[in-house]
T-cell receptor, first 114, second 114 residues
Framework: DVKVTQSSRYLVKRTGEKVFLECVQD?????MFWYRQDPGLGLRLIYF?????MKEKGDIPEGYSVSREKKERFSLILESASTNQTSMYLC????WGGGANVLTFGAGSRLTVL | AQTVTQSQPEMSVQEAETVTLSCTYD???????LFWYKQPPSRQMILVIR??????QNATENRFSVNFQKAAKSFSLKISDSQLGDAAMYFC???????????FGKGTHLIIQP
């Protein structure tokens, strides 16, 4: 019954590496989101996409980029990983239109940058 | 910018007791939506309850209910008959009407004492 799948639960990368975090949803949702979760800081929005090839910056986009080539897939890219990007990354999706629409989350990807 | 404040980093309650988690938010909008999400240990985040700002009646979902005080910009979550499975991080979230993303609070860690 998994609806939002994040390809990697745990990753360990070196400083300067290019990192791809993949997210796939099977609910035909228009919106997809990448959040970063840090203790004491809650969830902060990195980027979101409301359609294929469309994206908007969230609150903390610096150091990240995204790609959405297909409706069901939304990738987060760290062009040159740094230690301050060590964190839990959560992908989510929802129907378009906001309102009371619920975000459905993936299980998260915990990234450690050494 | 909207902010969501959860003033209790951690709460502890005895099993079968009632606990209330606090949330306040800051907005100048009249059209918005509020949510409580639950993140159990090592599991994905799920919706607990949601409230439309235009509805005066407080939302209820089984043992979970909210106290929505619009004038005070307060949205607390009450959990009745607490169960061990309620142990989790709880996040309060806000969505402006017409927007798609959610703004989250920093979370409250709820401990259930057996």
């Amino acid at each position: 019954d998994v609806k939002v799948t994040q390809s990697s639960r745990y990753l360990v990368k070196r400083t300067g590496e290019k990192v791809f975090l993949e997210c796939v949803q099977d609910m035909d949702h228009e919106n997809m989101f990448w959040y970063r979760q840090d203790p004491g800081l809650g969830l902060r929005l990195i980027y979101f996409s409301y359609d294929v090839k469309m994206k908007e910056k969230g609150d903390i986009p610096e150091g990240y980029s995204v790609s959405r080539e297909k409706k069901e897939r939304f990738s987060l890219i760290l062009e040159s990983a740094s230690t301050n990007q060590t964190s839990m990354y959560l992908c989510a999706s929802s129907l378009w239109g906001g309102g009371a629409n619920v975000l459905t989350f993936g299980a998260g990807s915990r990234l450690t940058v050494l | 910018a909207q902010t969501v404040t959860q003033s209790q980093p951690e709460m502890s309650v005895q099993e079968a007791e009632t606990v209330t988690l606090s949330c306040t938010y800051d907005t100048s909008e009249s059209d918005y939506y509020l949510f409580w999400y639950k993140q159990p240990p090592s599991r994905q985040m799920i919706l607990v309850i949601r409230q439309e700002a235009y509805k005066q009646q407080n939302a209820t979902e089984n043992r979970f209910s909210v106290n929505f005080q619009k004038a005070a910009k307060s949205f607390s979550l009450k959990i009745s008959d607490s169960q061990l499975g309620d142990a989790a991080m709880y996040f309060c979230a806000y969505r402006r009407g017409g927007a798609d993303g959610l703004t989250f609070g920093k979370g409250t860690h709820l401990i259930i004492q057996p």
